[in-house]
């Protein structure tokens, strides 16, 4: 019954608070050159190094000598003439070259302009121990510093965190949209929300589910119950081809549950199981949410 009731979804009409949603357009990035840099050519840039443990750094450089720099490291030209590259972001890796005796790296090499906004973020991620932020945006910060192999030890002393909370924000915004982050920085979902949406959608779904939810004034607990009220791993299993149906669907359930009156949430969640229709399209089908 829950794929006809999906089917049905198709033609349903949400109506979302406040103004109508206006479409977004991702600007495509600046293509640039990677370049082979020697290593030795490469410095740090002013207020960018930091101390490493380079035993900290062994499941790197094992990384590095089995498969290589997969990811290249961002340098600009030094202007002081010396034919020196000043090293922006990855020195981890270019540690580990050096330790392991590769000579040259890969690298893109940015001009001043450019520089200057990536020496503004990498200042962030070195310092953030010295800074009041966000938890989002530690957050974010923790992700990027286990992108850039730096150990979970490591980024969970720095950051003031255990272990686990590092492992589960990486797990957490792992593939991430832009349109995901965007949202968690304006704080139409917070990082509790998330969490909760990154454990029952897939990274693909993601951002469409971020993006309607974001719509609504919703608790944790209310999103959580919701999404076992619809049954959600049940209609996860319906296949790929439902996915449309099955976010409309759930775009529908929050905009109602956010217009019903305060009670319980057993209470709410019954009278969104009242409130869903019987019949789409011309099919008939079940209510998918338990009272």
Known sequence: MATEVLRGLEDLEIQAPGEPRVPRTRRAPKQQRIQSIPVVKIRPEDGLGRKRDRDGHLELRRSIEQFGVLTPVTVRVAPDDSGDYLLIKGQGRTLACRLLGIEKIPAIVVDDTFAENEKVQQFLVE???????????????????RQEGEETASVAKRFGVTPATVRRLESQLEGASTREVAALQRGNVNL????????????????????????????????????????????????????????????????????????????????????????????????????
Request: glycine share 6%; aromatic share 6%.
């Open 192 to 291: 509790a929300l998330h969490a909760v949406i990154a454990r029952y959608l897939s990274p693909e779904e993601r951002s469409e589910a971020v993006h309607a939810i974001a719509e609504y004034t919703l608790k944790t607990k209310e999103l959580e119950a919701l999404f076992e009220a619809l049954g959600w791993k049940d209609l996860v299993d319906l296949g790929p081809g439902q996915r449309q149906a099955r976010l409309k669907l759930l775009a529908w359930a929050c905009a109602t549950l956010h217009r019903l009156p305060a009670g319980s949430l057993e209470e709410r969640l019954g009278l969104l199981a009242a409130e869903l229709p019987l019949e789409f399209s011309g099919a008939a089908a079940r209510p998918a949410v338990a009272g």
């Open 127 to 145: 310092n953030v121990a010295r800074l009041r932020m966000r938890p989002i945006d530690r957050a974010l910060l923790i992700a990027r510093a």
